[in-house]
């Protein structure tokens, strides 16, 4: 079974750091491009970042580009974000997917 598991959504200071996980399992990770998407309140959802197999040539969308770093770990089967510099507009639902299978989603609250 396809399972792609989100963590590491907080509450959070504006200007502050927060890294967000992603497990995966039932496909080949390892040859996967995985991303992170967001879901902002009364917007749609947002294409935050892309990373390929090998890790090489990134994605970032224009709003977190220069913030947010994705990583991954074939090994563990996880794909991280971190998230720099945080701001109120980065206050969503982020999810992680293959592209076919999405988690639940991990709530990140950026207030003071």
């Known amino acids: 079974q396809v399972r792609v598991v989100e963590s590491g959504g907080a509450l959070a200071q504006p200007g502050g750091p927060l890294k967000l996980s992603c497990v995966a399992s039932g496909f080949t990770f390892s040859r996967a491009t995985m991303i992170w998407a967001r879901r902002v309140p009364g917007q749609g959802l947002e294409l935050v970042s892309t990373i390929t197999p090998d890790s090489n040539d990134p994605y970032y969308s224009d709003s977190v580009k220069g913030r947010f770093t994705i990583s991954r770990d074939n090994a563990k089967k996880t794909v991280y974000l971190q998230m720099n510099s945080l701001k109120p507009e980065d206050t969503g639902l982020y999810y992680c997917?293959?592209?076919?299978?999405w988690g639940q989603g991990t709530q990140v609250t950026v207030s003071s």
């Open positions: 997917t293959n592209g076919w299978s």
